[in-house]
Every structure is written in structure tokens, then in C-alpha cells.
């Protein structure tokens, strides 16, 4: 076991990618203990071929791509503009609301933050907001994505876990919801001490004209989550049927030619391609973890010294916050939920409620450097350097911290709706 951790730490601090960390250092492990070099392949191919809701990834990468290519998210944008733009820091708000919508589509963070975020940023320079407030509260709100559903993180923690997709997704929808009014609130705040200028609020006929021009891409969360609430469609066909409905509605729209296709076929194969190499290679190294039974003794360990619940949890939080600053969402899912479901399952906290705790935890990490990918996105779509965007990002974090520990000790937040739901 110390070969295993040993040679995966050293790799990745020798800037390694976290992949092949996973992969060298478990081959070295199964060599030394004189296994088949070619159970490797295999369980790298049984990683990724031997779960139908996998294939949900690829279908809500491939959704998010055309959306943001097809003039969806511009809709979107241009809705929660009108509905918002009144309230003092209006296009702050109509950020945040955009990305709940956008939410219920895509299920990344990154597609919210390359697609969304520029045509967001766009619009707050013009209307004259300094660009730390525009980039912070962009970045901030990107991470909703993967906590309302439909989610690619909760489908794979989901699939790891062992944990139903369907309550996963069910249960990121309140938690999300309080995000963006605790992230509206605090823009609000900062608004009013900028001194941020308020649209004229618009007239009925003006929310009426944008309604009917944005109706349909609306409608998409709607068919998504609505087919998965009453059971009509699994999280993997909601994926695949996002993919149909926003391709239609692209075409329709007569933002989506044929060029765009292929650019959009390159940016899926890119990002799944990604994914499944670290699932690929983290599936190995879960499977020698389950061999040695580090789960359990892991898990005896935290019974033996850890008095309660509350105590574990605040734990484990403080351990994904480190974690999430420096490795990326999927391999740090792939790698820990093996080991912290046992634990937590242990404590008899519900794996629906610790997944989104978990969700929620990683996607603040995408907001904290040295990682950070949301924050390298922000930068290259608006060239404004990395540090100033991590200055600019730091109260956000504090108020999403917040809401994670809110969620955290108020398990009823995340189980209503599932319960509710499924029963």
C-alpha cells in the first residue's frame, strides 16, 4: 500500500498529470505484487464499458457545446437580463439567474463558464461594470451548473458510489437554488457600495417579446428534469435527448451551420475523451483500493476516533476543500468516493446528501488556485491575468463556503425533493 500512495504523491508532485499518476503508480503496485500487467487494460476497459450511465457524460458535454454555439445561451442571457436588469447590479443578477437556467442543460461548470461567461462578460463591460466584479461573480455562479441537474459530477459519483442518479440529480435543485440567492444577495451589497447603475425595468410587452423568443430554449430544463421527476426517461436518455432537442433548436434558430458542427464534435471529443482517461485509470487504482480494503479500515479508523456525525462531516469537508484545490473534479471523485462513502455511510449519513455535499465541496475548487479550471477559463475568454481573478474571487468563495456548510448541516435541504420524488 505505501508502494501504491507512495509513487501516486511523488508523481503528482512532480506535475505528472493525475491520469497517469493514477495509472503508473498502479502498475508499479501490481507488479510488485505479481499480477498481470494485462489486468490493467482490463479493468481500465471495464472502467468505462461496464456502466450504461457513463454514457450520459459524453451526451451532456456534447449538449452544453451546441447550446453555446446554436444561440441558446444568448436567449437564455437576454431573458434574465429583462426579468433582472432593474434591481441595483442588474446584469449581476441576470448572470446568476442565466446560470440556473443554463443549469438545467448543460451540467458542467466549464461549459457555463466558456459559452455563457463570454456573452456575460461581454455585456457587464459595456454596461460599465469594473471588470473584477464582472469576472468574480461569472466564475462564481459558473458552478451551479453541476449542482443543479442535470449534473456529469453526480453522474459519476453516482456511478462510483453506487448512488442513485435520479435523487442525486433531484437533490442538487434546492441546494442551487440557495446558492444563487445567497450569491444575489451579496451582489446586491456589493452593487449598492459600487454605486452600479440599475436598468429601466421592463415594460410587460418588452419580458412578453423575450419570453416568446427565448420560450423554447427555456422549455429545455424543463424536458430534462421533468422526464427524470416522473420517471418517464433515466438520467442517460435525458442526456441523449438534451443533445436531440438543443440540436433542433439550433438549427430552428438558424444560429448552427454545418462549420459548427465539427467544432462542436472537437470540443466534445476533447472534454470526454479527458473525463474517461482519468475514470479509465482511477478505476484501477479503485479496484486495488477495494482489494486492500482501505475503505473499511479507513472507516474503523474515523468510528474509533471521530465522536459523531457533525464531527465527521466537518472533517470530511475540511478534507475536500484541501483536495479541491489542487486536483481536478473527476479524479478526485473517482479517487475519494470509494473511500468516503463507506465512511460516511458509516456515521449513517444518507450517500444521496453526502454526494451533493462532495459536488459541492469540488466545485468550489474549481474557483481556488493552484487548479482552479474555472478560473483559467475566466482568464483566456477575457485575457485578464489569473492572479486579478482569484483577488476578485474571494468573497464569493467565503458566501459559497457558507451555503456548503448550510447544506452540510441540514441534510433536509438536499432529501425533500428525493424523498418527495421517489419516495
Not at 475568454?381 to 451555503?403: H, M
Request: with cysteine; glycine share 10%.
Amino acid at each position: 500500500m505505501i508502494l501504491l500512495l507512495g509513487s501516486f504523491f511523488i508523481l503528482l508532485l512532480i506535475k505528472v498529470p493525475v491520469s497517469f499518476s493514477l495509472l503508473v503508480s498502479s502498475v508499479l503496485y501490481m507488479v510488485a505484487h505479481g499480477q498481470e500487467p494485462f489486468m490493467v487494460i482490463t479493468r481500465m476497459a471495464m472502467g468505462v464499458g461496464d456502466s450504461f450511465p457513463l454514457m450520459a457524460v459524453p451526451f451532456f458535454i456534447l449538449a452544453g457545446a451546441i447550446m453555446n454555439t446554436g444561440g441558446i445561451t444568448t436567449r437564455i442571457f437576454d431573458f434574465a437580463d429583462k426579468l433582472c436588469g432593474h434591481i441595483t447590479g442588474g446584469l449581476g443578477h441576470a448572470n446568476i439567474l442565466a446560470s440556473i437556467i443554463f443549469s438545467g442543460m448543460s451540467g458542467t461548470a466549464i461549459a457555463d463558464t466558456g459559452g455563457l461567461g463570454a456573452i456575460e462578460l461581454k455585456a457587464m463591460k459595456d454596461a460599465g461594470y469594473d471588470d473584477d466584479f464582472s469576472l468574480a461573480i461569472t466564475g462564481a455562479s459558473s458552478i451551479i451548473g453541476p449542482i443543479i441537474p442535470p449534473s456529469v459530477p453526480a453522474v459519476i459519483f453516482g456511478v462510483v458510489g453506487g448512488v442513485s442518479i435520479g435523487r442525486l440529480f433531484i437533490g442538487g435543485v434546492i441546494p442551487g437554488l440557495i446558492m444563487g440567492l445567497a450569491m444575489a444577495i451579496f451582489v446586491y451589497c456589493q452593487s449598492k457600495s459600487r454605486g452600479y447603475p440599475k436598468k429601466k425595468r421592463a415594460t410587460i410587452r418588452e419580458i412578453a417579446a423575450s419570453t416568446r423568443k427565448s420560450f423554447f430554449a427555456l422549455m429545455t430544463p424543463v424536458v430534462i428534469i421533468g422526464g427524470i421527476f416522473i420517471g418517464v426517461i433515466t438520467p442517460t436518455e435525458a442526456a441523449i435527448l438534451a443533445v436531440v432537442y438543443s440540436l433542433i433548436l439550433s438549427i430552428a434558430y438558424g444560429d448552427f451551420h454545418r462549420k459548427d458542427f465539427f467544432d462542436v464534435l472537437r470540443e466534445t471529443v476533447n472534454g470526454t475523451v479527458s473525463v474517461m482517461l482519468i475514470v479509465s485509470c482511477a478505476s484501477v487504482f479503485a479496484y486495488i483500493l477495494a482489494a486492500e480494503q482501505i475503505p473499511q479500515k479507513m472507516a474503523e479508523v474515523f468510528l474509533a476516533t471521530i465522536p459523531n456525525k457533525y464531527v465527521a462531516l466537518l472533517v470530511v469537508n475540511i478534507i475536500l476543500l484541501i483536495v479541491g484545490t489542487f486536483m481536478e473534479t473527476t479524479s478526485a471523485i473517482m479517487i475519494l468516493t470509494p473511500v468516503l462513502v463507506p465512511i460516511t455511510t458509516s456515521f449513517g449519513i444518507d450517500p444521496v446528501h453526502f454526494g451533493i455535499v462532495m459536488i459541492l465541496n469540488l466545485m468550489i475548487g474549481l474557483l481556488t488556485p493552484p487548479v482552479g479550471m474555472v478560473l483559467y477559463v475566466l482568464s483566456g475568454v477575457s485575457k485578464v491575468p489569473f492572479e486579478q481573478i482569484v483577488k476578485a474571487i474571494w468573497p464569493y468563495i467565503i458566501v459559497l463556503t457558507i451555503v456548503l456548510f448550510i447544506i452540510t448541516y441540514l441534510p433536509p435541504i438536499v432529501l425533500f425533493l428525493p424523498n418527495l420524488v421517489f419516495g
